[in-house]
């Protein structure tokens, strides 16, 4: 996956508690393992005033202009302000999938569900947990001001804001390590290629008939 150091991204406002994954990617949509196509169904329930279907070409379908991500001032955003837990409900795979294939990067949020907030890290999306007093403050300043941008700081575990204000955040220290050398699950068991040829090798001639 990509490796993930520092993001300096434009930020959008989403002002709801309670977010759940089938508002996050409806279930009729869940039709694919591919982590790629997702992003155009994102919110798809809100984004859009008609019902979608799989298979329908997003640009055929006719946007609901008051959602936030139908904002051209969001367009682009890489970094989604989101309320108390977010990504609750059924643990689907597809819900960071889809944020992610949409361009967001990181999540910022007082609370996450468990289930979500763990997926998140498997595909290299940052979710942060701040205190819901920064999150009103960040949220204020993004509404009034277009271009709102933050620097997410991995490394240093810090979040800097248009005016230099600093915020610092938690974030599990193998967690850390993974998204900074990009490795999911699948590159962290390739470190350990050599021992597993070995220790196949070896079960080869000790234990031939398994192989016949």
């Not at 997702?38 to 329908?56: C, I, K, N, S, V």
């Amino acid at each position: 996956m990509e490796k993930f150091h520092t993001v300096e991204g434009l930020v959008v406002p989403l002002d709801r508690a309670n977010v759940d994954t089938d508002a996050i990617i409806p279930k009729q949509f869940l039709k694919s393992i591919k982590r790629s196509g997702f992003g155009q169904h994102l919110f798809d329930g809100w984004r859009y005033l008609d019902h979608g279907e799989p298979g329908m070409d997003a640009s055929q379908r006719s946007l609901n202009p008051d959602f936030i991500l139908n904002q051209p001032r969001y367009q682009g955003a890489q970094i989604l302000l989101a309320r108390a837990n977010f990504g609750c409900g059924s643990s689907r795979e597809h819900a960071p999938w889809s944020l992610q294939d949409y361009g967001f990067r990181v999540i910022i949020a007082p609370s996450f569900a468990d289930i979500f907030f763990n997926n998140c890290f498997k595909i290299g999306l940052l979710p942060i947990v701040l205190d819901t007093e920064i999150l009103n403050q960040l949220f204020s300043e993004v509404q009034v001001t277009d271009g709102y941008c933050l620097t997410v700081d991995l490394a240093a575990q810090m979040i800097t804001t248009p005016d230099n204000m600093t915020f610092t955040f938690d974030v599990d220290s193998f967690r850390k390590h993974c998204l900074l050398n990009g490795l999911d699950e699948i590159g962290l068991t390739l470190q350990s290629a050599d021992k597993i040829r070995q220790f196949e090798q070896k079960r080869r001639i000790e234990q031939p008939w398994l192989f016949m």
